[in-house]
């Protein structure tokens, strides 16, 4: 009897034991689950209908998607297909979310909760590249909007289950070149971090917009378009950390590392997003083309799809959101502007990387359809046959 009692006092203690030898698990939450995402803008008017997006990202099985406001039309068709969304808090309203605290609240009340859990609305983007931009005013009220809705999403029990975020272009850095010079503007850092310490203790990323083609445009005869595009190249080696880099987005992702671990903040993690390439462009944007657009989308879903870090962070596994969904025609600006989509308006794509477009895939679907229901007797083998007939003579005069 003694020798059973110990055994089983012995047995009973191993989960104690595994529970106070180990640390706690991380809680931090993870907005984005995959490595390849898309921003699915709509300042257009001729895009189709969020229904008709569902189906071309299921096709595409693109689950990681940003949006730039928190449309409801979107949310609710986006209900029930396990698409995981990033919504976002339009710059024009950061600083009354900043003011009022009630105000974030009702936000949240509004075009958070009501949709959970059908829409996974993983993260929230509190404003677009405002650090660095031209309404100083906005610098000093983004912590102030982040903080409020983050406490509203803990209010409502929201907050274990959704990620503050905002995302940062470029102009936040005084130098990115070679990546580990790189270090924010100092008017910036006086903003930038005591929002670093703020997402470092709720678990936020750094989230960047990275865009090669836009700094192959701005220095077309110093930089080689191959090491901008993916291709074979004689790269870069930066003298600090002997490191080298054979294509440029790695270059600036390592940069905002770099940044980051000189602000104090080593540890936190970058992610992409918005990274694209333009299809066509003014007189002035002569990199922006059909070709070049489908070789820098193509190299790169080929190089988020490898998982990897980058040079210096190669634990760290790359993660990017892809610009655009769509072309929009109603942005404002140069011509690319309006031309970085991977579809087209009718949901045909712009150029082959691999993904089909809404005809086909409506097609593909319809086919699956017939096809898990073709064995059931022969009547319905025989209106099967007589419908991908159909259905083949159809694509075959599109």
């Not at 936000?107 to 958070?112: A, C, D, E, Y």
């Not at 005084?174 to 929002?195: G, T």
């Not at 790269?235 to 980051?260: C, E, F, S, V």
Request: neutral net charge; aromatic residues 12%.
């Amino acid at each position: 009897m003694m020798i059973n009692a110990r055994l089983y006092f012995f047995l009973h203690s191993i989960p104690l034991l595994f529970i106070f030898s180990f640390p706690p698990a991380s809680l931090t939450i993870e907005a984005f689950t995959g490595t390849y995402g898309i921003n699915y803008g709509r300042i257009a008017n001729n895009i189709p209908s969020p229904d008709k997006v569902v189906t071309l990202l299921r096709a595409a099985k693109i689950k990681n998607v940003r949006i730039y406001d928190a449309d409801h039309s979107v949310l609710k068709a986006f209900s029930g297909t396990g698409l995981e969304l990033v919504i976002s808090i339009p710059n024009e309203y950061l600083k009354d979310m900043s003011a009022n605290e009630n105000h974030a609240l009702n936000w949240v009340k509004q075009n958070v909760q009501p949709f959970l859990p059908e829409t996974l609305i993983r993260g929230i983007a509190i404003g677009n590249e405002v650090l660095g931009g031209s309404d100083f005013e906005l610098w000093t009220v983004l912590l102030g909007a982040a903080k409020n809705v983050h406490n509203a999403l803990k209010k409502l029990g929201l907050d274990d289950g959704i990620q503050i975020t905002t995302a940062h272009s470029q102009a936040v850095f005084s130098n990115s070149f070679p990546p580990s010079s790189c270090k924010f503007r100092e008017n910036v850092a006086q903003y930038m971090k005591p929002l670093l310490q703020f997402f470092s203790q709720i678990g936020s990323p750094f989230c960047l917009n990275a865009y090669p083609f836009l700094a192959y445009m701005s220095d077309p005869e110093n930089i080689d378009i191959n090491y901008a595009l993916f291709l074979s190249t004689k790269g870069i080696d930066d003298p600090k950390t002997r490191l080298h880099y054979d294509n440029m987005l790695d270059a600036q992702i390592d940069a905002a590392y770099a940044a980051l671990e000189d602000a104090g903040y080593k540890d936190m993690e970058v992610i992409v997003t918005e990274t694209g390439w333009a299809s066509r462009g003014d007189d002035n944007e002569e990199a922006a083309t059909v070709g070049n657009a489908r070789t820098y989308n193509f190299n790169l879903r080929k190089r988020l799809a490898k998982k990897k870090g980058t040079p210096l962070r190669p634990k760290h596994v790359v993660k990017a959101y892809i610009f655009a969904l769509f072309n929009e025609n109603l942005k404002w600006g140069p011509t690319s502007e309006r031309n970085y989509g991977l579809f087209k308006p009718d949901g045909s794509i712009a150029y082959d990387i691999g993904f089909q477009g809404l005809q086909s895939s409506s097609a593909y679907a319809l086919l699956s359809t017939i096809k898990e229901h073709g064995g059931r007797g022969s009547y319905e083998h025989h209106i099967s046959v007589a419908i991908i007939s159909a259905l083949t003579l159809f694509l075959f005069l599109q």
